[in-house]
């Protein structure tokens, strides 16, 4: 099976980060933070490892404003949920993914919608601009979209946060470890992660790093400190860590960041120049694609569709030749409304490091003669 979906999760991982995981197994099965005795204490030092290095690559503020969760999804929760109150008001982009827009609608907030140009960066900064309130507490966007690769001017929103005073939040699912994201730099206060994805950990670890501040918690309980006291911690990131965590995973976190940082000047690069290569190689064919990745600021991640068949038919049959892809709506129903595709979805290429020119053409040849 030739794997082509590694939006939804990279599926091969680097040595180191599978040898993390077995030594996290074998030599730290003990709850960090809660025991006095050496296996514990080891333990919290390679979480505390993990979140300074997760800081340092993103350019935060220190360890303890780096807070792990069970998926970016619960990340991006904590940060919607933790901070907007009913008379705030929030402005998303038109790309956004269930994940941001699912709490938004459960909590009743008052949202406006920015759209994203997929050609001028400047048009998508001037319309989130026009979309701001004078109530409006927070602009939250994805950093590059799941359905079409679409990489958000991020740095020029962050800008314009910074000068008008609002709080800004990203969703960095499909851009963490892919695009280069410094958080003080581009104004980032929150920054909600998917480690499974361009990090190269396991499933099942997101991280949210917290500059800015979070009033409320989703989840109370067990923190190993202040445990005298029913009231739930206020300072990260014990405040949003009730329960254990997951180590084995955590300790990978460091190996998947010094993996990305061996090759960050050319993952980027290597991977695009696949996407160009399915593109490049099915014009005048049958096949329609919704984003011309030969445009910059594109992540490597493209959509499209054969003879306009349902995307999840596509993808069953492409799975009976063995190739890995993603049909449907990814979970991002505004984007597919975008681009017009809400009745039959997208098929959705995303390789990765691993992948090889070679497997691009054979996915080529096979969509050819579809």
């Known amino acids: 099976m030739i794997y082509f979906d590694n939006a939804a999760t990279t599926g091969h991982k680097p040595q180191s980060v599978i040898n993390s995981v077995n030594y996290a197994l ?30 340092d690559f993103f350019g935060s503020q220190g360890p303890e404003t780096v807070v792990f969760t069970n998926n970016c999804t619960t990340s991006i929760n904590y940060v919607l949920k933790g901070v907007l109150s009913p008379s705030d008001h929030i402005v998303v982009s038109d ?34 601009e026009k979309e701001v309130k004078n109530n409006t507490k927070m602009i939250f966007c994805t950093a590059a979209s799941n359905v ?32 280069p994201i410094d958080m003080k730099r581009m104004n980032i206060d929150y920054l909600c992660i998917a480690a499974h994805k361009g990090l190269y950990c396991p499933m099942g670890l997101g ?58 000047n050319c993952l980027l690069k290597y991977e695009n120049k696949l996407v160009k290569r399915l593109y490049n190689n099915l014009q005048n064919s049958n096949v329609v694609f919704y984003t011309n990745p030969n445009i910059s600021n594109y992540a490597p991640v493209i959509s499209f569709n054969v003879n306009n068949i349902h995307s999840e038919k596509t993808v069953a049959v492409l799975n009976q030749k063995g190739f890995a892809l993603r049909g ?13 595709t809400l009745n039959i979805g997208t098929v959705r290429f995303s390789p990765s490091v691993f992948n090889t020119t070679r497997e691009v053409d054979l996915l080529v040849k096979e969509l050819k003669n579809f």
């Open 328 to 340: 449907g709506l990814h979970c991002a129903p505004t984007a597919h409304k975008k681009i017009g």
């Open 95 to 128: 790309l956004e993914h269930n994940a941001v827009m699912r709490p938004l609608k459960a909590m009743g907030a008052e949202v406006s919608v920015a759209k994203v140009s997929l050609v001028d960066d400047k048009e998508t900064v001037s319309n989130f």
């Open 26 to 55: 074998k030599n730290l099965s003990a709850n960090p933070g809660r025991s006095g005795h050496t296996y514990s204490q080891n333990t919290a030092i390679t979480v505390y490892n993990s979140r300074k290095k997760v800081s």
């Open 207 to 264: 991280i949210l790093i917290a500059r800015g501040p979070i009033n409320r918690t989703i989840i109370e309980g067990g923190t190993g400190t202040d445990s005298i006291d029913f009231v739930q911690p206020k300072t990260l990131p014990e405040m949003l860590e009730s329960g254990t965590i997951n180590v084995p995973a955590i300790a990978s976190v460091g190996a998947g960041i010094d993996f990305v940082n061996k090759y960050k």
């Open 148 to 179: 079409l690769g679409k990489i958000l001017p991020i740095e020029k929103i962050g800008d314009m946060c910074k000068e008008k005073g609002i709080l800004f939040g990203v969703d960095a699912a499909q851009a963490a470890g892919v695009i």
